[in-house]
Nanobody, 115 residues
Framework: QVQLVESGGGLVQAGGSLRLSCAASGGIFGIYNMDWYRQAPGKQRELVATITSGGNTNYADSVKGRFTISRDNAKNTLYLQMNSLKPEDTAVYYC?????????WGQGTQVTVSS
C-alpha cells in the first residue's frame, strides 16, 4: 500500500509560481508511473502531467511550457513546478501513482490563482 501526501499549494497572484510536492511512502517509489491531476469546482478531474518510472514526461496542452514535472526517487518525492500561473489553473491538485493494477491517490492540495 502506497501513501501519497501532497503539499505546496496556496494562494498566488497571476504570473506567479508554486512548487507542489508529493511525498510517497509504503512502496518502491521508483517503479511507479506518477501523474499530477487537478480538479476545479464543477469540473471533471483532468490529467495535468505524467512522468514514467523511466523519466519520460508528458503534459496537457494547457500547461505545456509553464509546468514541469519531476521526480526524485532517492527522496520518494514527486514535484510539479508551476510557473506563469493563470486564474484558470485554480484547482485542487492530486498526485497519482500507478503500475499494473495498482493505483493510489493523495488527498490533494489547493492551488488558488488570483487575477
Amino acid at each position: 500500500q502506497v501513501q501519497l501526501v501532497e503539499s505546496g499549494g496556496g494562494l498566488v497572484q497571476a504570473g506567479g509560481s508554486l512548487r507542489l510536492s508529493c511525498a510517497a511512502s509504503g512502496g518502491i517509489f521508483g517503479i511507479y508511473n506518477m501523474d499530477w491531476y487537478r480538479q476545479a469546482p464543477g469540473k471533471q478531474r483532468e490529467l495535468v502531467a505524467t512522468i514514467t518510472s523511466g523519466g519520460n514526461t508528458n503534459y496537457a496542452d494547457s500547461v505545456k511550457g509553464r509546468f514541469t514535472i519531476s521526480r526524485d526517487n532517492a527522496k520518494n518525492t514527486l514535484y510539479l513546478q508551476m510557473n506563469s500561473l493563470k486564474p484558470e489553473d485554480t484547482a485542487v491538485y492530486y498526485c497519482n501513482a500507478h503500475v499494473g493494477i495498482r493505483n493510489y491517490w493523495g488527498q490533494g492540495t489547493q492551488v488558488t490563482v488570483s487575477s
